[in-house]
């Protein structure tokens, strides 16, 4: 079969790999020069199976509304005259129930754990370098009413299989000495061992390579402005894509199966063909900076609980991330936010880094309110969804794509995941 997939960040090449290696003729279209240019750039790094937690959860309704307005919150609402960003929000707090926060966990271990495998075996098979790390995430709490309720989630995470150990604030400066200066501060933490880190851009741009290779085809600076339906109730189908080509004209291109891939801006082109996707960007933050004093950097990969951000190492390079701030589709920087960050990370290695020059980056994560992305089959019988993977992109990348792939292949992935399209199990 003849297969386009819409979007080249990690969950689309991801896509793209499985659909060949399945016998699929596969075709990958983006506006960018080039695989992993926007969401799947410069992120967290983290493979975080067992932390796992939405943000929609108990505890948000009453953190959101502290830090309204705050500049450098970690999770910020700036509200906006658009109506997706009211109904999404509703939808978050709905989410928010310990029920709902719950069932989600379990949707994304399921799947991130499956990933996680499956990631396992294509690092072993291919080779690709992206500067791998094996040592585990270690999450650390500098608050005690935190850590207390961060024990309830680490005992449903428990329960779902991953090993996550609530450790002292002694034990984690042994398993991470980098952060013997925070030893009074940290009042607990969990450890995960067999947690992961590396780039997810390294990573994409080597699995593209190795897909060219096989015989995928990537059309770069190639913009999707629609796609192109025909038929109605259960023979509709797509038959096309309308889209802006490298040289700026207008092309169509054909297919007998299409999958979006596109991120943040997957609901906007689906919404014409009457698919609502509850789709919001997320926009994160990271910072870049250069390994000083190798020593005095973390070899594990970190999550500061207190600040929201997660912490890798990058061979010579720390890569720190995170904040939210649910603001439209801008990906300026905002001076307080980075400044935030990099105060932070030197408060915690004072001496690891070269400071004074850090590289900002913002990117846009696709959020469902949930956190749990779409993953499945539409209406229109050869259009398939991947998207939505909000916080955890890269953790669930390669498992979403090898699902999406047995999925247009007709298959159904063995995975305890809501597909979409197919009854719950
Ligand atoms: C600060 C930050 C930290 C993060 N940390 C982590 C982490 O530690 N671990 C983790 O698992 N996840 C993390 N994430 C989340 C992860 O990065 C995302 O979930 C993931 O990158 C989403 O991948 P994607 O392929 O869906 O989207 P993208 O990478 O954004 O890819 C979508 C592609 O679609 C293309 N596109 C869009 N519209 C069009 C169009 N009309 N025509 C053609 N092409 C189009 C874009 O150019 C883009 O290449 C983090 C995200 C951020 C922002």
């Given at each position: 079969m003849k297969v386009i997939v819409l979007g080249a960040g990690i969950i689309g090449t991801a896509s793209a790999w499985f659909l060949h290696r399945a016998g699929h003729d596969v075709t990958v279209v983006d506006r960018q020069s080039g695989v992993a240019q926007e969401t799947s750039f410069a992120n967290g790094c983290q493979i975080s199976v067992s932390h796992a937690e939405p943000w929609s959860n108990p505890a948000a309704p009453l953190k959101l509304l502290k830090w309204l307005?705050?500049?450098?919150?970690?999770l910020l609402y700036r509200f906006r005259a658009e109506w997706l960003q009211w109904k999404w929000g509703m939808q978050f707090l709905r989410e928010c129930t310990a029920a709902r926060t719950a069932a989600n966990i379990r949707q994304i271990v399921a799947l991130s754990e499956y990933s996680r495998q499956i990631l396992q075996s294509l690092r072993a098979d291919s080779g690709i370098d992206y500067d791998c790390a094996t040592r585990g995430i270690l999450h650390f709490y500098t608050d005690e009413r935190e850590f207390a309720r961060a024990q309830q989630v680490a005992a449903l995470i428990r329960s779902l299989g991953c090993q996550r150990t609530p450790i002292s604030a002694a034990d984690a400066v042994g398993i991470e000495p980098a952060l013997s200066g925070m030893r009074d501060k940290i009042v607990g933490a969990d450890f995960t061992a067999t947690d992961e880190s590396g780039d997810v851009h390294k990573f994409t741009t080597g699995l593209a390579a190795k897909a060219t290779q096989g015989g995928v085809t990537f059309a770069f600076n190639t913009m999707v402005t629609r796609l192109l339906t025909e038929g109605t109730g259960a023979s509709s189908r797509i038959t096309g894509i309308e889209v802006i080509d490298a040289n700026g004209w207008h092309r169509q291109l054909h297919a007998d199966a299409f999958v979006v891939a596109l991120g943040s801006f997957s609901a906007a082109l689906l919404r014409p063909l009457g698919i609502e996707l509850m789709i919001y960007p997320g926009k994160g933050y990271s910072a870049t900076y250069t390994v000083a004093a190798p020593q005095a950097a973390p070899h594990v990969s970190l999550t500061d609980d207190g600040c929201k951000l997660v912490i890798s190492r990058l061979g010579n390079r720390l890569r720190v991330a995170g904040t939210c701030e649910f603001n439209g589709y801008t990906r300026e920087l905002n001076r307080a936010r980075c400044e935030a960050i990099t105060r932070r990370t030197r408060e915690l290695f004072p001496h690891a880094c070269d400071y004074e020059n850090p590289v900002y980056w913002a990117g846009l994560r696709p959020m469902t309110p949930s956190n749990v992305p779409y993953i499945g089959k539409t209406r229109f019988h050869n259009l398939y969804l991947n998207t939505g993977h909000g916080t955890l992109g890269w953790t669930m990348g390669c498992g979403a794509g090898s699902a999406i792939a047995t999925i247009v292949s007709g298959g159904r992935p063995d995975v305890d995941f809501r597909f979409i399209g197919f009854p719950h199990r």
């Open positions: 307005g705050r500049e450098d919150a970690p």
